[in-house]
């Protein structure tokens, strides 16, 4: 009898004990979750760049006579120069850092040459330095113009 009396106050000892250690194993699993769920979304950051990009540029090497830029994201799903239909992109991406199609727009006189993400977070990979796509041609060169990524704050 004397053996069970003693027993039960160890467990409620080792109960807050558990309680803790588990607390403390779920907040690292938690960082863990969070750090790959932001590199996952990093990742389809650099594919709507690539898409972005690539659709800019084919917009302004096909375009008939002097080369210009989309004048918007819009212009790149249905161009309007032509007359038979011309695509650039399926559809505007959404922005995975912000989950919303709203990308802030790098305009040189009011045509857009890149885009960028208007998440204020800190990047993991330094590719995705600061989020930023912009159609660097030789263009941009030509006129004078020199576009920085720079971290936002």
């Not at 540029?57 to 096909?62: G, K, Q, T, W």
């Amino acid at each position: 009898m004397r053996c069970a009396w003693t027993a039960r106050g160890f467990t409620y000892l080792g109960m807050p004990f558990l309680v803790i250690v588990m607390g403390i194993a779920l907040a690292s699993i938690a960082d863990v979750w969070t750090t790959a769920a932001q590199r996952d979304r990093e990742q389809e950051l650099l594919f709507a760049d690539l898409r972005f990009q690539n659709a800019i540029r084919v917009y302004y090497e096909s375009s008939p006579g002097v080369k210009e830029f989309p004048p918007s994201l819009e212009a790149l799903l249905l161009d309007a120069r032509f007359p038979n239909v011309r695509r650039y992109l399926r559809k505007v991406y959404a922005d995975p850092m912000t989950g919303n199609a709203d990308w802030g727009l790098v305009k040189i006189n009011d045509r857009v040459v890149g885009v960028f993400s208007t998440s204020h977070g800190e990047p993991f990979l330094r590719r995705v330095s600061a989020w930023v796509s912009v159609v660097a041609g030789e263009e941009l060169c030509r006129i004078g113009v020199r576009i920085l990524a720079q971290p936002k704050q």
